[in-house]
């Protein structure tokens, strides 16, 4: 039968890259069950036999976190072979108080003293023959950074494992806890098999352990009994049980470290240096702002746009040239003939409408591709002679021409379709359904990875812990973690990164607040739509676009005062500790594999409902019932679809909003697709009937246009992101409540916008009025309400 | 006594006291403060710590940092 053995140890002690170190790549990284803390075991490199859990870093075996209960649970429960306890050789004291309860559990211990480079370097020297004699376990120095002392360690757990020698802990508790102990484990635990994790137990038991009471099915009378044990030995001691326990466990820990650490020197190390700049109080916001520039900066606007519209344009598009070797001269050649060729088209437009050539001057119309918005521009007598001639003289620009062309995957796989000649649903379903389904998917894989791969590094370095720190005040007001911060600031370009960024707050419920809230930031897929709406409602108004980045804000706050005096958020906010690790430069595999693993699990778990979402959303947009029975549709017959028919029948909903009809409800289902596909829905609906905008403006009144922007941006996600949420909360139920919430708000404040709007644009007072009014006491009562679950 | 938000920076002290809830001081207690250790200040940011006890560094609210007395 296999080893297993379990790494156990503090948060921040380098237990993942010694895991990483020792299990190379056959790792297996899920979550425990039912719970969202992450899961990780491989296989050991040397010996495929002995298999390494990597348990999540805890500070004691208490039952107050999650991560605690889990590992604790799995070390009695499952009891491994044997158990590594990694140490941070810098900061022993706190680590071995760890080390004292792994001890008393009754499964062979050894200890792995880590990051033995940067102690030497300190110049302090550790006895570890000392210390193993004094716990009682064997201890082996290493680095996992530095690949040293691997096989020890792992040779040093298999044998333990193997001899099975019970592990009995050397320390021993003030005589009146002794006392205290001995009387719990005669009454209560002469029921459990194995004796060696009887001490634990007693320990436990003294501490008032509850899940260990429950566990072991304590009557009530026994509970009493021992407790009268424990309360003597309070009184004695003068201090609550648990008090003394940790502090005697401290004692103890001091006593050990005396006799087998020297310290160089005292003062300051250099990560309090470095904090001392970093998180100063003039200098922290700065410094702050510096990184979170260049995060964005690069994961967003640079780097990240172009691995996105790399991805989407050019694997998932049409193609892309290698090396992007030609695209600017193609894109040139392309502009220049369209401009010829639109020209011409004005011209002919203009011989059509007057039955004569123009004299003088032009128009000629100019749609841009992502908003559908037509300009008019003029054209002389002149430009149109030239066009002809670039017209006449200049072939349609083909991308061949300009570099090493490679045609994109849709592309590809219709040729591929049109030379089996096959029929035209399944070729819809494939191209439009499937390729574009997973396109949504792995479109955006690359920009997630740029940024996985920023905050990999700042995690690893230590600054993430910071940036907690800085803006914790701030965003605490409003139920949220300072980490927070982060993943709205990716979600103005992307919502998914951004709600996958939300990983690294600890707190479950910041998470999960923060979870819900960040989509409600316009990312770059809205701003098509508002460009859109801004110019076809507005007139091209220059406050719309800052007023979407207001709203979303605005719904952030609201959302987060309102939502933590709810019951499902209830409780007081943790108090604010945490422990900033020591910085240090990460390794390029750590950073490569937090980045891959995170990347992947999006793939793998978000993948599956966007891609069914858009295989539905497809089949109903290209099917309807027509007059000549149940077919196929074109593009432009929307109108008959299976998606109008359920946009006519959820129209309703949107009456209080004022865009009630089916048009719009539609163009928002096939928003949750992909939200620029908004756009697109909208230019074909109102197409049909002439000009986009024109007709645009006529379906909508400023205040129920800007309801319709409002709702649009507040609702429910993209497929995508939505599949990101999923992925995040790891719930079904959670999954809901954040897409239920983001519509039920997103709808409130559409009816508040459209119905106290109209006011304001001269519809007067009405029934509605009333009801807008209404939904503004509400949301004011949500936000002003006493919080009754505060203490 | 007086609380560690008062402390100066950069000077070693002694914990006296620890005041605060069950939950709250079994956690500080984890990471290393118990009455008796040795704690130093290594900045404030508006009555936020940073500090140092056993050899790490923890970051603690201007409430928390309020109920640790030295």
């Known amino acids: 039968m296999g080893i297993r053995i379990a790494l156990a140890g503090n948060p921040n002690c380098g237990k993942t890259t010694l895991f990483n170190a020792l299990t190379g790549s056959n790792q297996f990284v899920g979550n425990w069950p039912g719970v969202t803390v992450e899961y990780k075991e491989g296989k050991y490199k040397g010996d495929k036999e002995v298999k390494i859990v990597d348990l999540p870093g805890i500070y004691s075996l208490s039952p107050y976190t999650l991560e605690e209960v889990v590992s604790r649970n799995y070390l009695i429960d499952e009891k491994p072979e044997a158990i590594i306890n990694v140490i941070d050789g810098t900061n022993l004291e706190r680590n071995l108080y760890l080390t004292t309860q792994i001890v008393e559990l009754g499964i062979p211990v050894v200890i792995a003293i880590n990051m033995m480079d940067v102690v030497e370097k300190n110049g302090d020297k550790i006895n570890t023959k000392k210390l193993s004699e004094e716990i009682g376990v064997p201890v082996i120095e290493i680095s996992a950074l530095k690949n040293r002392g691997l096989k020890d360690i792992v040779d040093a757990a298999v044998k333990a494992a193997k001899e099975a020698l019970p592990q009995s802990p050397k320390h021993r508790f003030d005589g009146s806890v002794e006392h205290a102990l001995a009387h719990i484990e005669e009454l209560c635990l002469h029921n459990v098999e194995d004796e060696n994790v009887q001490r634990w137990y007693s320990i436990k038991l003294f501490e008032r352990d509850e899940k260990i009471q429950e566990k072991l099915g304590l009557s009530e009378e026994t509970v009493n009994h021992i407790e009268k044990d424990i309360a003597s030995c309070e009184k004695e001691l003068d201090d609550d049980a648990e008090s003394i326990i940790t502090g005697e466990r401290y004692n103890y820990i001091g006593t050990i470290i005396d006799g087998c650490v020297k310290?160089?020197?005292?003062?300051?190390?250099?990560?309090?240096?470095?904090?001392?700049i970093v998180t100063n109080r003039f200098l922290a916001l700065p410094i702050f702002a510096v990184v979170m520039f260049l995060v964005y900066f690069v994961s967003v606007t640079t780097v990240g746009s172009w691995a996105t519209d790399w991805a989407n344009d050019g694997v998932f598009g049409d193609g892309w040239h290698l090396f992007a070797i030609g695209s600017a001269d193609y894109n040139d050649a392309v502009d220049k003939y369209n401009e010829a060729d639109l020209i011409i088209v004005g011209y002919d437009l203009y011989c059509e409408g007057n039955g004569e050539g123009p004299t003088g001057d032009f128009k000629y119309p100019v749609e841009d591709e992502e908003t559908a918005a037509v300009e008019y521009r003029t054209a002389t007598h002149e430009d149109y002679v030239e066009a002809m001639e670039y017209i006449n003289s200049h072939e349609v620009p083909e991308p061949e021409d300009y570099g090493v062309w490679i045609p994109g995957i849709p592309v590809f796989v219709e040729s591929g379709l049109d030379a089996i000649k096959c029929n035209d649903a399944v070729k819809g379903l494939i191209l439009d359904g499937i390729v574009a389904g997973v396109g949504a998917v792995l479109g955006f894989v690359p920009q997630i990875l740029v940024l996985f791969i920023f905050l990999a590094f700042l995690e690893a370095c230590g600054y993430m812990a910071r940036v907690a720190f800085i803006m914790d005040r701030?965003?605490?007001?409003?139920?949220?973690?300072?980490?927070?911060?982060?993943?709205?600031?990716?979600?103005?370009?992307?919502?998914?990164?951004?709600?996958?960024?939300?990983?690294?707050?600890?707190?479950?419920?910041?998470?999960?607040?923060?979870?819900?809230?960040?989509?409600?930031i316009p990312c770059g897929a809205k701003l098509p739509f508002i460009a859109m709406v801004a110019g076809a409602i507005f007139g091209g108004a220059a406050w719309v676009a800052p007023s979407a980045y207001f709203l979303g804000i605005f719904a952030i706050i609201t959302s987060g005062i309102m939502l933590k005096k709810t019951k499902i958020f209830a409780g007081d906010p943790a108090p604010f500790v945490m422990e900033l690790p020591a910085y240090h430069w990460p390794t390029l595999s750590n950073v490569l594999r937090s980045m891959w693993e995170r990347g992947w699990s999006f793939i793998k778990k978000a993948g599956t409902i966007i891609l069914l979402s858009t295989i539905v959303v497809w089949f109903t947009t290209f099917f309807g019932f027509t007059p000549d029975g149940f077919r196929m549709l074109e593009e432009e017959e929307i109108g008959m679809s299976i998606l109008a028919s359920i946009g006519k029948g959820l129209s309703w909903i949107f009456i209080p909003l004022g865009f009630g009809d089916w048009e719009a409800t539609v163009a928002s289902i096939t928003g949750l697709v992909a939200k620029e596909?908004?756009?697109?829905?909208?230019?074909?609906?109102?197409?049909?009937?002439?000009?986009?905008?024109?007709?645009?403006?006529?379906?909508f009144t400023d205040a129920s246009g800007f309801a319709f922007l409002a709702f649009n941006l507040l609702c429910a996600p993209c497929f995508a992101a939505m599949g990101a949420i999923k992925r995040e909360m790891n719930n079904t139920k959670w999954f809901w409540r954040a897409i239920g919430y983001q519509c039920g708000f997103a709808w409130v404040i559409?009816?508040?916008?459209?119905?106290?709007?109209?006011?304001?644009?001269?519809?007067?007072?009405?029934?509605?009025?009333?009801?807008?009014?209404?939904?503004?006491?509400?949301?004011?009562?949500?936000?002003?309400?006493?919080?009754?679950?505060?203490? | 006594m007086m609380p560690l938000v008062m402390a100066p920076q950069g000077e070693e002290q002694m914990i006296k006291r620890i005041g605060g809830s069950e939950e709250v001081k079994r956690h500080l207690q984890e990471l290393g403060f118990v009455p008796g250790g040795h704690v130093t200040v290594v900045n404030e940011i508006g009555g936020n710590l940073i500090i140092n006890v056993k050899e790490s560094r923890v970051a603690v609210d201007k409430q928390l940092a309020q109920k640790l007395f030295i």
């Open chain 1, 263 to 276: 310290k160089a020197k005292k003062g300051l190390t250099t990560s309090d240096k470095i904090d001392r």
């Open chain 1, 474 to 520: 701030i965003f605490r007001k409003f139920g949220l973690s300072g980490k927070s911060f982060i993943p709205m600031l990716i979600g103005t370009g992307c919502g998914i990164p951004g709600i996958m960024a939300s990983r690294t707050i600890e707190n479950d419920r910041d998470r999960k607040m923060t979870i819900m809230t960040t989509t409600f």
């Open chain 1, 677 to 699: 596909n908004i756009v697109g829905t909208l230019a074909i609906i109102y197409g049909a009937a002439g000009d986009v905008y024109e007709t645009m403006r006529a379906a």
């Open chain 1, 750 to 791: 559409g009816l508040i916008i459209y119905q106290v709007g109209k006011l304001f644009t001269g519809e007067g007072f009405t029934v509605g009025t009333v009801f807008g009014i209404a939904a503004i006491a509400c949301l004011l009562y949500g936000l002003f309400r006493k919080d009754k679950y505060a203490n």
